[in-house]
T-cell receptor, first 113, second 116 residues
């Protein structure tokens, strides 16, 4: 197991385009989290899944954002009609329910031009 | 709502010396967890140390130790015998024991520079 994998590592897109990021968690981890980290700030919680169920969404997750975790394995985070304010690092983390210990991925850096 | 504050945007330490990074937090809860995470330039966040609020004893992990002052809501990280590999962003984080999501609330981070 190579840890939490995120793809792509970098994404540059034009304003108004849609983008999709993928996160592959550690295989036995049943929880998966998405965080957003803007420059000079700490990560902020966006949403999390337990298996395939999305259990909580932050108010930061506007209607343009959607996340899925089909079959409780990998997860995708889609941003529709991107705005410059969406430029950030998007971090994924996974954990095993009951342990509370996170394993983070290296993130996807999104730049909206 | 809980908040985490790191008032030192950047700290510098000489290799082999000791440095302390500060963190304060605000909460009305009595049971929670506190963490220090390290984010090297490659960006993958890794856990440095963890403290349970109900434990009076300060956590220690090799060269890393914390000074947990519950009444003052302070949670500082001491790095002893600093090494070049310690250079990174360090984030303090809070997790409520009442929140089944286990989501973390992070501070804004402190960039640690290590001078050879």
């Amino acid at each position: 197991d190579t840890g939490v994998s995120q793809n792509p590592r970098h994404k540059i897109t034009k304003r108004g385009q849609n983008v999709t990021f993928r996160c592959d968690p550690i295989s036995e981890h049943n929880r998966l989290y998405w965080y957003r980290q803007t420059l000079g700030q700490g990560p902020e919680f966006l949403t999390y899944f337990q298996n395939e169920a999305q259990l909580e969404k932050s108010r930061l997750l506007s209607d343009r954002f959607s996340a899925e975790r089909p079959k409780g394995s990998f997860s995708t985070l889609e941003i529709q009609r991107t705005e410059q304010g969406d430029s950030a690092m998007y971090l994924c983390a996974s954990s095993l329910l009951g342990t509370g210990g996170y394993t983070f991925g290296s993130g996807t850096r999104l730049t909206v031009v | 709502a809980q908040t985490v504050t790191q008032s030192q945007p950047e700290m510098s330490v000489q290799e082999a010396e000791t440095v302390t990074l500060s963190c304060t937090y605000d909460t009305s809860e009595s049971d929670y967890y506190l963490f220090w995470y390290k984010q090297p330039p490659s960006r993958q966040m890794i856990l440095v140390i963890r403290q349970e609020a109900y434990k009076q004893q300060n956590a220690t992990e090799n060269r890393f130790s914390v000074n947990f002052q519950k009444a003052a809501k302070s949670f500082s990280l001491k790095i002893s015998d600093s090494q070049l590999g310690d250079a990174a962003m360090y984030f303090c984080a809070y997790r409520s024991a009442m929140d089944s999501s286990y989501k973390l609330i992070f501070g804004s981070g402190t960039r640690l520079l290590v001078r050879p």
